[in-house]
């Protein structure tokens, strides 16, 4: 079964560093979405993107993030400066068109930021 | 703003037994979606279940069904003959269906413990 895949699961960084998170969507789906989630809290969303151009993005997904789909694969999300507050589980996930848009999850890339 | 509410924290079932996870959300839209997700120790967000607005026969897969009450704005997850597998946190979800990438509205979650 046709799955999301996330790279790297676990990533420590300092503050102040640039991190890229990779993902991997399902391969005929066109919709992909960032989602984060602090230990302990609900999950958030911060960004879908179509059509190689952002769709949407929560208040979260200020100018430090930025996404990116380098090739026909890959969705990257990138965050240029990192704060000790960044430090979460980053959820990529990706959609098909049909209505419901069901969405499908990777398994997460923990990111820690000392 | 959609906002979707989780009121029970926790809950606690002995295997074999029945349990209800209840869910509410907010929307001024007619049509939409709702999903619950699933997500074990290894935080994976594994699906469980999805209902769309607009039908009105509520959703069943395997053991997992749902009671989707459109006007009270209820969405609850039942889950029949548990089993210790299915000790997660559980995700109420919101989804407008507008036809773009429309980004999931999360409730806090419901950690359910099965008892042996």
């Known amino acids: 079964e046709p799955e999301v895949t996330q790279t790297p699961s676990h990533q420590v960084t300092q503050m102040g560093q640039e991190v890229i998170l990779r993902c991997v969507p399902i391969?005929?789906?066109?919709?992909f979405y960032w989602y984060r989630q602090i230990l302990g809290q609900k999950v958030e969303f911060l960004v879908s993107?179509?059509?190689?151009?952002?769709?949407?993005k929560s208040e979260i997904f200020d100018d430090q993030f930025s996404v990116e789909r380098p090739d026909g694969s890959n969705f990257t999300l990138k965050i240029r400066s990192t704060k000790l507050e960044d430090s979460a589980m980053y959820f990529c996930?990706?959609?098909?068109?049909?209505?419901?848009?069901?969405?499908?999850f990777g398994p997460g890339t923990r990111l820690t930021v000392l | 703003a959609q906002t979707v509410t989780q009121s029970q924290p926790e809950m606690s079932v002995q295997e074999a037994e029945t349990v209800t996870l209840s869910c509410t959300y907010d929307t001024s839209e007619s049509d939409y979606y709702l999903f619950w997700y699933k997500q074990p120790p290894s935080r994976q967000m594994i699906l469980v279940i999805r209902q769309e607005a607009y039908k009105q026969q509520n959703a069943t897969e395997n053991r997992f069904s749902v009671n989707f009450q459109k006007a009270a704005k209820s969405f609850s997850l039942k889950i029949s003959d548990s089993q210790l597998g299915d000790a997660a946190m559980y995700f109420c979800a919101y989804s407008f269906s507008g036809g773009g990438a429309d980004g999931l509205t999360f409730g806090k979650g419901t950690h359910l413990i099965i008892q042996p």
């Open positions: 993107f179509y059509n190689n151009e952002i769709s949407e």
């Open positions: 391969s005929n789906h066109l919709y």
């Open positions: 996930a990706s959609s098909d068109s049909t209505p419901d848009r069901t969405q499908y």
